[in-house]
């Protein structure tokens, strides 16, 4: 057991760009979420996949986030024309069937817009 | 609105001595509890859960306490030891089996003084 991977762990970018994550989940974990933190805030939830399927989308996830996890297996948050409101951590969760409630956090991604 | 409050956001407790945590809600849907720890530059980490049919869940130095009437819960670490020092986040679901996003605090930072 690995534990949940995110990459990169650090990104930089300029405002208007677009930028892509990437989470591993633990391997036999079959639902994934997606949170962002603030700085002063607690993880706010995005988006949640059970197996391939987007059950769940938060009022955060605007029409530039869009995430995907085409097999059932590692996900991708996509973010389009960043923005400097974008800035923050980027954190991945997984967990397994039977032990829903208890959610397994990766390292995150923290994104600057410059 | 925040529905899950934190409202230290620090504390300091000698080595040795009991640390409290204080966590209250305001949705009365939740019906899982969660405390998660979390280290700088590292994602958060779970440390304790309790059900909402539970009052009281022990884990070795860990014990979570909810009661549902007044919509608080408290983690308490005894004895409080150094490695101990981080930041707290209580966390909730609203949905059976996992099925939703977990709703965090701001969390609060915990410095145990040697």
């Known amino acids: 057991d690995t534990g949940v991977s995110q990459d990169p762990r650090h990104k930089i970018t300029k405002r208007g760009q677009n930028v892509t994550f990437r989470c591993d989940p633990i391997?036999?974990?079959?639902?994934l979420y997606w949170y962002r933190q603030t700085l002063g805030q607690g993880p706010e939830f995005l988006t949640y996949?059970?197996?391939?399927?987007?059950?769940?989308k938060s009022r955060l996830l605007s029409d530039r986030f869009s995430a995907e996890r085409p097999k059932g297996s590692f996900s991708t948050l996509e973010i389009q024309r960043t923005e400097q409101g974008d800035s923050a951590m980027y954190l991945c969760?997984?967990?397994?069937?039977?032990?829903?409630?208890?959610?397994?956090f990766g390292p995150g991604t923290r994104l600057t817009v410059t | 609105d925040q529905q899950v409050k934190q409202n230290s956001p620090s504390l300091s407790v000698q080595e040795g001595r009991i640390s409290i945590l204080n966590c209250d809600y305001t949705?009365?849907?939740?019906?899982?509890f969660l405390w998660y720890k979390k280290y700088p530059a590292e994602g958060p980490t779970f440390l304790i859960s309790?059900?909402?049919?539970?009052d009281k869940n022990e884990d070795g130095r860990f014990t979570v306490f909810l009661n549902k009437s007044a919509k608080h819960l408290s983690l308490h670490i005894v004895p409080s030891q150094p490695g101990d020092s981080a930041v707290y986040f209580c966390?909730?679901?609203?949905?059976?089996?996992?099925?939703?996003?977990?709703?965090f605090g701001k969390g609060t930072h915990l410095i145990i003084q040697p």
């Open positions: 996949f059970q197996n391939e399927a987007q059950l769940e």
């Open positions: 969760a997984s967990s397994a069937p039977g032990q829903g409630y208890e959610q397994y």
């Open positions: 966390a909730a679901s609203a949905l059976g089996g996992g099925a939703d996003g977990l709703t």
């Open positions: 391997s036999e974990h079959n639902r």
């Open positions: 309790i059900s909402s049919i539970k």
């Open positions: 949705n009365s849907m939740f019906d899982y």
